[in-house]
């Protein structure tokens, strides 16, 4: 394996995983990583952020993202040690083109509220009694653009999604609560069917009180719900509501537990890479693929 990974980077120069699987025909990518991670010719640079997600089927819940397998297809890339300046090329115009990737879908996301907004008829309202926060792998300057089905209609999307996190205040109207979840859905809709957009917009609205209930962190939905309110990033709306629910997180002591977790998924990764390297890959296959590939946080926003 490992000569069939040399040949190839040899003739094609340094690949990012995904490129390396592809010219070498290999269905299994673990064998492929494992050999890369085994090598004293090859180097493999990351690049890009880890960050912690929830699993139900990890103990302890948290993990990192990207997972082993998705952090080598799409965020490393693979060459020789020996022909370290074209190595990093590679890399930085990766780091550039992931970079490239989040700002587009950033401001995607900030247009589409934009014009929600506008529609609605109300938006000097929602700009003063609701917060719209954007979560998910664009804040980190993680986004992707490799194509993967989305999940009830199994239609193909372009990469990362938008997870959208609604907050108003309690003085918000219900029927007004009622009119912003359909018109936002119809967005959802237009951008998941329309063949020239296929971007998944993932979204969930709330009040304060619904916030305060999930600062009680007793239960793995309302660990997700707190872990998102504190990544997420500010999009549109009520920066009044954005940092009252940034310190919310901080006086409930959330944050401090959300750390701690992050820590256990540091744990994680550690045991999961140090199982890549000990074990075979059949036993990898058979055993241990929790290791290796990714969770959907998806709760949240059901």
Do not use: W
Not at 18 to 35: G, Q, T
Not at 153 to 162: A, E, N, P
Not at 226 to 251: D, N, P, Q, T, Y
Not at 284 to 296: C, H, N, Q, T, V
């Amino acid at each position: 394996m490992e000569k069939k990974i040399i040949d190839v980077i040899k003739n094609r120069g340094p690949l990012r995983g995904s490129e390396l699987i592809e010219h070498m025909r290999e269905e299994d990518a673990i064998s492929v990583l494992r050999a890369c991670r085994l090598s004293k010719v090859l180097a493999v640079r990351i690049i890009g952020t880890r960050y912690m997600r929830l699993d139900r089927k990890i103990e302890g819940y948290a993990r990192l993202s990207p997972s082993v397998l998705r952090e080598f297809l799409t965020y490393s890339v693979v060459g020789l040690k020996t022909d370290k300046e074209t190595l990093e090329r590679k890399a930085a115009a990766l780091q550039a083109y992931i970079e490239k990737i989040s700002r587009a879908k950033f401001n995607l996301a900030f247009n589409i509220v934009c014009a929600l907004a506008g529609s609605f008829g109300e938006d000097v309202y929602l700009k003063e009694h609701a917060c719209f926060i954007l979560a998910g792998d664009i804040v980190f300057n993680m986004a992707h653009d490799v194509p993967r089905p989305e999940r009830s209609t199994h239609k193909m999307v372009q990469g990362s999604d938008m997870d959208i996190v609604v907050i108003v205040n309690n003085r918000f109207p219900e029927e007004l609560i009622t009119r912003l979840d359909q018109e936002i859905y119809k967005e959802k809709y237009r951008h998941l069917m329309n063949p020239y957009m296929r971007e998944e917009i993932d979204y969930v609205i709330k009040n304060m009180n619904r916030v305060s209930e999930q600062l009680q962190f007793d239960n793995f939905k309302r660990m997700v719900a707190c872990k998102i309110m504190h990544e997420g990033a500010f999009l549109f709306g009520s920066e009044e509501i954005f940092l009252a629910v940034k310190g919310m997180l901080k006086e409930s002591g959330v944050i401090e537990k959300i750390m701690a977790m992050e820590e256990k998924a540091r744990i994680f990764r550690e045991k999961a890479e140090e199982y890549l390297i000990k074990e075979e890959p059949e036993k990898i296959r058979k055993e241990g693929l929790d290791y290796f590939f990714p969770a959907e946080e998806s709760e949240e926003f059901e």
